[in-house]
């Protein structure tokens, strides 16, 4: 049977050409599609959560909105040594976050106020591979670096000082002089804007904050570890003064952004396996009108009606792995040319206003999405057969023999 539905796909050769091309075209783009949509969507997580979020945090519990913490952890020891012994964690560090001011003999503007620890938060963000001038925070405990874009505001160069001011733990309102040992450029317009780190030692004596901190950063071995180490360490630490939350409790923005690109992308799908049934099902249309006289003599002759069925079932499996086949080959080879030379999106530029994000966007394979994609062709290709399939098996012999 499969020799003679192989017959039959190659007796009109322009007309299965024509299908299978645009078989492997629709999954080659989806292909594409899926790939660049996951890649910008990894890349995004990594910069965000390299840049500030870090995998995991541990914050106060009382604290609702968790991207601006307005609550201390009193005793972060006891957190720290259960974080100490934990598996999978590669590094953790405290860190105040605060809004204050920043100000130079020539100006003022409001900032983010980050205070780490320097050889911790180098292991959990990437912040400190950005400097372009100068160095990043070492042990002392009046240094600043700041992004280029508040230099440039404010007038600052290397060795100079800033005036930091933020509110502090008591109530009054604290400043510290800091002098300025580097500055970055991330890309980011808020980072290089708005972004000043300062030592934690000395955020704490900017706040008066004693030893307190109002989060401590986790960075995981494996970002896929986040569920399982959160619920070790939320059981561990229990029902105590402190939350453990996932970087996608904090970040609601890029789950929001994941959530309309996935449902971006179904809709697509939808419409290219639309396109593909049509294709097939005109393919197997066209053929069965004119071959009604030749299922004709062959039920006559003794073929049965569930054996015709097979027999276009059968054709429209062969042009449905062909194009399958063909498509993969021509995803592949897009796929792997950009992951190499990269792919250069107005949407980088964007979201480097919020993150250090880049323009250009080197494409992964994400084979689970291609094998689903590659399996719904070929059950699209099988479902659109039916019908002429179904048409073929009820013909009666003799009034097809007589078909012109």
């Not at 594409?32 to 965000?48: P, T, Y």
């Not at 909105?65 to 307005?70: A, C, G, N, R, S």
């Not at 005793?75 to 012994?85: T, Y």
């Not at 604290?174 to 030692?201: N, W």
Request: contains cysteine.
């Amino acid at each position: 049977m499969l020799r003679l539905a192989w017959r039959n796909v190659c007796r009109n050769l322009r007309r299965s050409l024509i299908t299978v091309a645009s078989m492997a075209c629709g999954l080659a783009a989806i292909m594409f599609g899926q790939s660049m949509i996951k890649s910008v969507q990894r890349q995004l997580i990594e910069r965000a959560t390299g840049s500030i979020t870090g995998h995991l945090q541990i914050q106060n519990r009382s604290i609702k909105e968790y991207k601006f913490p307005d609550k201390y952890i009193e005793d972060p020891a006891p957190v720290e040594a259960v974080l100490s012994r934990q598996t999978g964690i590669r590094a953790f560090g405290k860190r105040i976050d605060v809004t204050g001011l920043v100000s130079s003999p020539t100006g003022s503007v409001g900032a983010m106020i980050c205070a780490v620890e320097p050889d911790k938060e180098k292991q959990i963000t990437t912040m400190a591979g950005y400097i372009t001038l100068g160095r990043y925070l070492g042990g002392a405990e009046h240094e600043a670096v700041l992004g280029d874009k508040i230099a440039q505001r404010l007038d600052l160069r290397l060795g100079e000082k800033v005036v930091v001011m933020a509110q502090a733990d008591d109530g009054s309102m604290g400043a510290e002089a800091f002098r300025v040992v580097g500055i970055y450029h991330t890309g980011s317009t808020t980072f290089d804007g708005q972004f000043i780190y300062i030592p934690l030692a000395g955020g704490q004596a900017l706040l008066a904050a004693g030893r307190k901190v109002n989060q401590i950063v986790v960075r995981l071995d494996d970002i896929g570890l986040a569920d399982r180490v959160r619920a070790e360490l939320a059981e561990k630490l229990g029902r105590g003064p402190v939350q453990v939350l996932r970087w996608l409790d904090i970040d609601h923005e890029i789950v929001a952004i994941q959530t309309f690109q996935n449902a971006l992308l179904d809709i697509v799908l939808l419409i290219v396996f639309a396109i593909v049934a049509l294709g097939i099902l005109n393919t197997l249309l066209m053929s069965l009108f004119e071959r009604v006289r030749e299922f004709g003599v062959l039920m006559a002759i003794g073929a049965r009606p569930r054996w015709v069925m097979k027999l276009v079932l059968a054709e429209s499996v062969i042009l449905g792995s062909v194009g399958t086949v063909l498509g993969l080959g021509i995803g592949c080879l897009l796929i792997t040319y950009y992951g190499k030379a990269g792919l250069r999106l107005a949407v980088g530029d964007a979201l480097s206003y919020f993150l250090p994000f880049p323009s250009v966007i080197y494409l992964r394979f994400d084979w689970p999405s291609h094998a689903r994609a590659l399996c719904a062709v070929l059950v699209v290709s099988v479902l659109a057969a039916l019908p002429p399939a179904l048409r073929a098996c009820r013909l009666n012999p003799s009034e097809a023999l007589r078909h012109v």
